[in-house]
């Protein structure tokens, strides 16, 4: 089985990349699945049903998020409906939506981390139980974290008992995509599907200032040449264990 995780998709330009490049990606690797973040698909920041039913019309099975799913509250609703969107398993309880969804034979998991982030619920704990209910062999975490050293360890904590895990949230790739010694492919941050002239997606003017300056500035979504990141898994359907991964990078002409 072949499955594709698309990193953070940043406001218009990172729609647009997905709408033109992902459905070449499914015909040349012939994928059984795809799965896209979507937590900043709206303006750069958050998701809205226009932007997550653009993903998923241009070919997304399903889309994760993570912190900034919370941003606009029209989405609410479709966490809870059948449309095939997730929020952070270790949300506590009583927060809409799901955390995981299981497609044939495949459970596509979302869990948050707690470095730099937010007091959420342990997601090592949360793996744990879930793992102990899950049916199926396959299984394939967005780990939405910003610090490597949380991503790592949830890496080697889940290795022979996930198929995959793939880090969200910093918007920058990562060198270390691998096979760890269980099975599990990881790499620590996918990248971002967006515009590459810019600070991890946002106007790079407005980003310098509020560095320079301290003071808060409104950001807005960059401009510019725009490009697609992402991480194809090859999975034995019998064992769960990955047999290969591969860094995709794909720029809109």
Not at 6 to 32: N, T
Not at 67 to 83: A, C, F, K, T, V
Not at 213 to 238: F, M, Q, W, Y
């Amino acid at each position: 089985m072949l499955i594709l995780a698309i990193g953070d998709v940043i406001g218009k330009p990172g729609r647009k990349a997905l709408s033109q490049l992902l459905p070449g990606l499914r015909r040349q690797y012939g994928l059984d699945l795809v799965m896209v973040n979507g937590e900043n698909a709206a303006g750069g920041i958050g998701l809205t049903i226009a932007t997550a039913k653009e993903m998923l019309d241009a070919g997304a099975d399903v889309l994760t998020s993570g912190n900034h799913i919370w941003m606009h509250r029209e989405i609410y609703p479709y966490l809870d409906s059948d449309m095939p969107i997730l929020r952070p398993l270790n949300y506590p309880p009583g927060v809409p939506g799901r955390g995981y969804l299981v497609m044939g034979k495949v459970a596509v998991v979302n869990i948050i981390g707690r470095v730099f982030i937010g007091d959420l619920d342990c997601p090592f704990r949360a793996m744990d139980k879930l793992l102990a209910e899950l049916e199926p062999k396959i299984i394939i975490v967005d780990f939405h974290a910003e610090a490597t050293s949380e991503k790592v360890a949830m890496g080697r904590y889940l290795d022979g008992r996930a198929s995959a895990v793939l880090g969200t949230h910093t918007h920058v790739g990562t060198t270390d995509a691998q096979i760890l010694p269980g099975g599990t492919a990881y790499v620590s941050d996918i990248g971002m599907t967006g515009p590459l002239d810019s600070v991890i997606g946002d106007d790079t003017e407005a980003a310098i200032a509020r560095f320079l300056t301290r003071l808060p500035h409104r950001l807005s979504v960059g401009k510019g040449k725009i490009a697609l990141n992402g991480i194809v898994v090859e999975i034995d359907d019998n064992t769960g264990k990955a047999l290969s991964i591969e860094r995709i990078y794909r720029e809109v002409d």
